[in-house]
């Protein structure tokens, strides 16, 4: 089974301008997160989709970061304009059901 | 508010010097609990799912055990590629999918 696939690996851009993440995850799973994982800290849940459709964005910067999730599939996330606070390991995950989500390697971004 | 809490912050171990990590929760109705292995660099990686006190899953030199305020990791005779950081997070019936993670433990294993 191929894992969830996120690129790119690494960015490094200046503050107030605008990066995407992409995210392609195992075939058949309907649910997607987004997690943001500032160094030293847990990962935090940014934004949950079922399907094509949002499930839960409460914890999501909606003046700065969107999101979308094409035919169900595959999924980006942008941030627009970033700050130095943005810097953090930007994680994907999904799953079939809600037991054991299965992780990408991440997006390290790094905003000086 | 769910609140996952994560003892010690880092564990330097001699190998096959054996321990426990700990995971302390509140949450709103406990629907499972999750241990993930991170290593450097890398996501996190599933290891166990935990649902009621009692519960007990092994996997190699890990074992993980629930009761109804906090959760162990116990690790016999680690081995210097068991160096990782160890995530614990929640499922809550308030929370529906969401996963709240602990901040980890930082785990050093040396020859």
């Known amino acids: 089974e191929a894992g969830v696939a996120q690129s790119p690996r690494y960015k490094i851009i200046e503050k107030r301008q605008s990066v995407a993440f992409w995210c392609n995850p195992i075939?058949?799973?309907?649910?997607l997160y987004w997690y943001q994982q500032i160094l030293g800290q847990g990962p935090k849940l940014l934004i949950q989709?079922?399907?094509?459709?949002?499930?839960?964005d409460s914890q999501l910067p909606k003046d700065r970061f969107s999101a979308e999730r094409l035919k169900g599939v595959d999924s980006t996330l942008k941030i627009q304009p970033a700050k130095l606070e943005d810097s953090a390991v930007y994680l994907c995950?999904?799953?079939?059901?809600?037991?054991?989500?299965?992780f990408g390697s991440g997006t390290r971004l790094t905003v000086v | 508010e769910d609140q996952v809490t994560q003892s010690p912050e880092a564990l330097r171990l001699q190998e096959g010097e054996s321990s426990s990590l700990n995971c302390s929760y509140t949450v709103s109705g406990l629907r499972g609990l999750f241990w993930y292995r991170q290593d450097p660099g890398k996501g996190p990686e599933f290891l166990f799912t935990?649902?009621?006190a009692g519960e007990e899953k092994e996997k190699e030199r890990l074992k993980a055990t629930l009761t109804k305020k906090e959760s162990f990791l116990h690790i016999t005779a680690p081995k210097p590629e068991d160096s990782a950081t160890y995530l614990c997070?929640?499922?809550?019936?308030?929370?529906?999918?969401?996963?709240?993670f602990g901040t980890g433990t930082r785990l050093q294993v040396f020859p």
């Open positions: 935990l649902y009621s």
């Open positions: 989709f079922q399907n094509n459709g949002v499930v839960d």
């Open positions: 997070a929640v499922h809550s019936s308030y929370n529906t999918d969401k996963l709240i």
């Open positions: 075939s058949g799973h309907a649910t």
């Open positions: 995950a999904s799953s079939f059901l809600t037991d054991g989500y299965t």
